[in-house]
């Protein structure tokens, strides 16, 4: 049974920084790359980063793109997403979700992603 954790998650006022975990089991780990997802209350979920099977490459939306960083410890089982210089439009649940491609071409399989984590961004 694949399960998926992610933690870090908290309220900080904008421009301070956070760092998100995310542990999985159940599944090889290093066969997958990793994305980080985020939804804010009445809006669609947004991929705003991804990190290859190996960790050799990674891909940030615009939005995001200068401020977080993707990293994967496959020791560990875990891949992290740094928030640096948050905004308030920052705000939302935050969830990472595996890659079966491995190579970030964005085929996500339904049941392996984790329930979020919650990140407020005050002004």
């Known amino acids: 049974q694949v399960q998926v954790v992610e933690s870090g998650g908290g309220s900080v006022q904008a421009g301070g920084s956070l760092r998100l975990s995310c542990i999985a089991s159940?599944?090889?780990?290093?066969?997958?790359?990793w994305g980080w997802f985020r939804q804010a209350p009445g809006k669609e979920p947004e991929e705003v980063s991804c990190?290859?099977?190996?960790?050799?490459?990674?891909k940030y939306s615009e939005s995001v793109t200068g401020r977080f960083t993707t990293t994967r410890d496959n020791a560990k089982n875990t891949v992290y997403l740094q928030m640096n210089s948050l905004k308030p439009d920052d705000t939302a649940v935050y969830y990472c979700?595996?890659?079966?491609?491995?190579?970030?071409?964005?085929?996500?399989?339904?049941?392996?992603r984790g329930q979020g984590t919650q990140v407020t961004v005050s002004s």
């Open positions: 159940g599944l090889t780990f290093d066969d997958y790359a």
């Open positions: 979700a595996a890659d079966s491609s491995g190579d970030c071409e964005g085929y996500y399989p339904l049941g392996y």
């Open positions: 990190i290859t099977w190996s960790g050799d490459r990674t």
